[in-house]
């Protein structure tokens, strides 16, 4: 691992932030696509993007906007499905160092996207302000660069790319959960549980009616709750 | 009208993520919370992983080979791009296969 010195630089946070910035690019293109296809101006869909910089809160979002939905909707909508973001700032402040002043954290919150926050959290150590201006930089372009390309391209792209496309997040996922869970039977569990957890709600009449948003949220409390029971961990975030 | 459409998305996304950062400056003493926290993003990604991830492409089977792909090279300890991308290929390629075989 680098030293404090190293890694906690504007510049690592650049490198740290290129693969999820690419990632993006693919989804946010995908989101592009979509957002014109529904009938929205490209440049409406960058803005969106800009503003927003959340997967599954614009994906909902411009259904919400097409469907004419009233606005009390679409801010209790953005709330359950973007709530988990409130669990990923709250455990981002315990690695913060002294660098974080009230300012930087209203500027720097904007930027705690999942992948954003699980890279952060991976660090073995407590991150500075210009790290995470780094990290967050690439992303927020690529972000906004994919929803203009996949926007300006619209339908161009054939079905089998944009199909192929669609799981690279996820195959990002893995590779951010699966190497810490190698080294950590607890960690293993916590993932094992949440993924069986959120399997039952997903697939059980009646419980499938719940938002994503909701999922994710009684699975992360649930899991990582038994985890904390179960698998106290003494050495964090020192 | 879609300005306001768009100003409550953002505004209501802000502050789920300012709020608890703002808020909480401290660092946590309780054990049971900085377990808590420690696993909360492990927890968060894989729920939102699967099942999410076997419906992602156009076909199950090719979501299948994508996943298993995906989990090989993460459990290599390859980079997120390596993944991301790797399994992006083996979905597109599982997919002409099945055309191929008209499934």
């Given at each position: 691992m680098d030293t404090d010195n190293i890694s906690n630089s504007f510049i690592s946070g650049i490198k740290d932030g290129i693969p999820i910035g690419l990632g993006y690019l693919s989804v946010s293109f995908t989101f592009g696509i979509m957002a014109v296809n529904s009938g929205l101006p490209v440049w409406i869909a960058v803005l969106i993007s800009m503003t927003n910089l959340t997967s599954a809160g614009q994906f909902a979002g411009i259904s919400l906007i097409n469907a004419g939905a009233p606005y009390i909707e679409m801010a209790l909508a953005q709330l359950v499905i973007n709530l988990r973001y409130s669990l990923m700032s709250l455990s981002l402040t315990q690695k913060t160092?002294?660098?974080?002043s009230t300012l930087h954290r209203l500027i720097l919150s904007?930027?705690?996207t999942d992948e954003v926050f699980a890279v952060a959290s991976g660090k073995p150590h407590d991150i500075d302000t210009k790290y995470m201006y780094g990290l967050i930089t690439v992303p927020y372009w690529g972000w906004a660069m994919g929803t203009l390309l996949g926007a300006a391209a619209g339908?161009?792209?054939p079905e089998s790319v944009s199909s192929a496309m669609n799981i690279a997040i996820y195959g990002m996922f893995l590779a951010i959960i699966i190497p810490p869970a190698k080294k950590s039977r607890s960690v293993l569990c916590v993932i094992i549980l949440s993924v069986t957890i959120s399997f039952i709600l997903h697939y059980t009449p009646y419980l499938n009616r719940l938002s994503e948003g909701f999922v994710i949220i009684i699975c992360a409390l649930a899991a990582s709750g038994l985890g904390a029971l179960f698998f106290p961990v003494k050495e964090v975030a020192e | 009208m879609i300005f306001i459409h768009i100003l409550i998305m953002a505004t209501v996304t802000y502050m789920v993520r300012m709020l608890p950062m703002v808020i909480f400056k401290k660092k946590i003493e309780s054990d049971f919370i900085k377990s808590f926290l420690y696993y909360v993003p492990y927890a968060v990604l894989g729920s939102m992983t699967f099942p999410a991830i076997l419906t992602a492409t156009s076909s199950t089977y090719s979501a299948i080979a994508g996943t298993i792909v995906a989990v090989l090279l993460a459990f290599m300890e390859k980079s997120l791009l390596t993944v991301a991308l790797s399994s992006c290929l083996v979905v597109y390629i599982t997919e002409w296969i099945l055309r191929l075989l008209n499934l």
């Amino acid at each position: 691992m680098d030293t404090d010195n190293i890694s906690n630089s504007f510049i690592s946070g650049i490198k740290d932030g290129i693969p999820i910035g690419l990632g993006y690019l693919s989804v946010s293109f995908t989101f592009g696509i979509m957002a014109v296809n529904s009938g929205l101006p490209v440049w409406i869909a960058v803005l969106i993007s800009m503003t927003n910089l959340t997967s599954a809160g614009q994906f909902a979002g411009i259904s919400l906007i097409n469907a004419g939905a009233p606005y009390i909707e679409m801010a209790l909508a953005q709330l359950v499905i973007n709530l988990r973001y409130s669990l990923m700032s709250l455990s981002l402040t315990q690695k913060t160092d002294k660098s974080f002043s009230t300012l930087h954290r209203l500027i720097l919150s904007f930027g705690i996207t999942d992948e954003v926050f699980a890279v952060a959290s991976g660090k073995p150590h407590d991150i500075d302000t210009k790290y995470m201006y780094g990290l967050i930089t690439v992303p927020y372009w690529g972000w906004a660069m994919g929803t203009l390309l996949g926007a300006a391209a619209g339908s161009i792209l054939p079905e089998s790319v944009s199909s192929a496309m669609n799981i690279a997040i996820y195959g990002m996922f893995l590779a951010i959960i699966i190497p810490p869970a190698k080294k950590s039977r607890s960690v293993l569990c916590v993932i094992i549980l949440s993924v069986t957890i959120s399997f039952i709600l997903h697939y059980t009449p009646y419980l499938n009616r719940l938002s994503e948003g909701f999922v994710i949220i009684i699975c992360a409390l649930a899991a990582s709750g038994l985890g904390a029971l179960f698998f106290p961990v003494k050495e964090v975030a020192e | 009208m879609i300005f306001i459409h768009i100003l409550i998305m953002a505004t209501v996304t802000y502050m789920v993520r300012m709020l608890p950062m703002v808020i909480f400056k401290k660092k946590i003493e309780s054990d049971f919370i900085k377990s808590f926290l420690y696993y909360v993003p492990y927890a968060v990604l894989g729920s939102m992983t699967f099942p999410a991830i076997l419906t992602a492409t156009s076909s199950t089977y090719s979501a299948i080979a994508g996943t298993i792909v995906a989990v090989l090279l993460a459990f290599m300890e390859k980079s997120l791009l390596t993944v991301a991308l790797s399994s992006c290929l083996v979905v597109y390629i599982t997919e002409w296969i099945l055309r191929l075989l008209n499934l």
